[in-house]
Structures are given as C-alpha cells and as structure tokens.
C-alpha cells in the first residue's frame, strides 16, 4: 500500500520546483492531485506527465474566487479534499526597508505569500471538517526564521505563515484536521530567477545550473533538492502525521544551525577577525 492511497491534494505553486516535485510524489505515493497555479503551459505539461491522477488549473492564490474553484474542482472530481499545501510564492517586493515599494509590488506580495495560505485554509476547513479531518501544509521559510539583509517583507510574511499555522492549528484541532509549515532553507529551484528568463546561451536547466554554487552554503554538502520538502510533505500529508499539529518542520540540511560560518572556518569572517587578537585555535586554522 502506497502512503497517500485514496487521498485527494491541492497543491498550490505546483507547476514549478519543489510543488512540481510534491507533485510527482504524491501521485508515485498514490494521491490524486489538483494543481494551481499563475504559469499555465507549465502546469500542464506536469499534469499530463502525471496522468489521470492529476489536473492543472490556473490559479491566483490571492484572489479569493480562484481558491475556491481551484478546491471545489478537486471536490467535485474526486469527491473529497485530505490536504492542501499552500506552496505558491516568489520572492516578491524587495530591498532595503526604506526603500519598499508600498504600491502593487507590496500587495502581490502579501496577497501571495500570506493572503494565498489564508484562502487556502478558509476554504479547505469546511470541507475537512464535515470530513472529519485533514492535513493543512504551508510553505514558510528559514527567512521568517532568522534575519537576512535584503528581504525583510518576504521574511515578515513568512513568519507570519508560521503564526498563521499555529493558531489555526488550534482551532482546527477538535476537528483531527492538522495544520504545519514546512520551513525551506536554500533549495534549487526557478524561484532564483528572480522572475526573469536565463540568459541566453544557457542550455542546463535552472537547477543544474544552481547546483554547484549551492553544495556548500549549508553543513550537509549538497544542493538543497524539490524532493527534499516533497518528502517533509509526505509526511505531513500521510497518516504518519496524525498526532502532528502547530509545527513549522526546517528543512535546510542544517543551515540554520550554524552560526553562518559553514564547513571553511578558516577562511571565515570570524577567523578574519580576530586572527590579529590572538593565535587562532588549531581548529580553525587552514590545514
Ligand atoms: N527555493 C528556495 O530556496 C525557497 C526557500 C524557502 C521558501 N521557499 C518557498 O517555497 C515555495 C515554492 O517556491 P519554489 O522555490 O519551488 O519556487 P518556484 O518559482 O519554482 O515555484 C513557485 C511557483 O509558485 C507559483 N506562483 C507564484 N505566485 C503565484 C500566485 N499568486 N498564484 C499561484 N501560483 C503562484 C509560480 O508560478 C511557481 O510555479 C514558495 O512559497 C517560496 O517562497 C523557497
């Protein structure tokens, strides 16, 4: 028996990275899937990979209207909805914090980030309670978790994802629906993109391309993978879960559990600094 037999899941950003990836495992472990998402020719190219067991509609996860079609029709075709993984995001309106654009960049932003798990939740409740339970999954980020320089909106959005997901863990509780983000630290995806074409002359994926730079920004030294958060969505998506409520789960092959001087303490900004202080500890000097 597959982990996801018999169970229906929205996927919200599913035409593209780590939802593109949920996809493909969900319908390996035996869900049926909707995806939703703003890039149409993707997402159907991955809906007919997929097969029967998945259907692509566009959706904005910040228009109200487009949640509730984008849940109903997995209703409608399967007859149920077990989970729904708000997942849709970009890296939105960004830059110094005096610098913010408070216009459209900042309410796409916030529409997609916070606004789109907010509808996502709204409209998977009903359901899931007259079901008699269901898994929630929303995509955070290690960026709600710790500061960085350059992207306080999209942190602050996700730290509230997190918020989000605890309250309405509690609510939702007496329900047996569960509610939990998933925390990614720096994975390979097209969200690097920056919403822009590669340039020209490029003939590996965005992924392949990503890779190298990517294997040592965190202990673990590999590049961050899709299936690496599609196999934390397993999880919470499965039955495995059942006693599992309010969390947000990182997955970031330790990153945030480093004090940001990773594998080359030799050459790290710490070491620089006080190597005219004192002797460095053999430790952290250069082999
Ligand atoms: N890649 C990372 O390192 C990383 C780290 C932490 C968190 N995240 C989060 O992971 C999630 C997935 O991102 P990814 O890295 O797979 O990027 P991605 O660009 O590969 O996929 C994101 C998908 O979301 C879709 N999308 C964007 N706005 C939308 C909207 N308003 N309505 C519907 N769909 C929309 C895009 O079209 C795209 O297909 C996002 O929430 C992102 O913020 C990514």
Known sequence: MARLDG????????????????ARRFVAEGAKVVIGDLQVEKGEAIAQELGAAATFIRTDVGIEADVKAMIDLAVEAHGRLDCIFN??????????????DMGAPYASTVACLLTGPILGMKHAAPIMKEQGGGSIVSTASIAGLRGSSGAPVYSALKAGVMGLTRAVAVE???????VNAICPGVIVT??????QQPKAGSNVSVEEALRPGFRNLQPIPRAGEGFDIANMALFLASDESAFVTGQAFVVDGGLTTTMSVVGDVANSPIAAAIADLVELPAWMQAE
């Open 172 to 178: 939702l509780a007496p329900h047996h629906i569960r």
């Open 87 to 100: 997942n849709a995001g970009f890296g939105g309106v960004a830059g110094p914090i005096d610098q913010t």
């Open 190 to 195: 097209p969200i690097f993109l920056f919403g």
């Open 7 to 22: 169970k229906v899941v929205v996927i919200t950003g599913g035409a593209s990275g780590m939802g593109a990836a949920t």
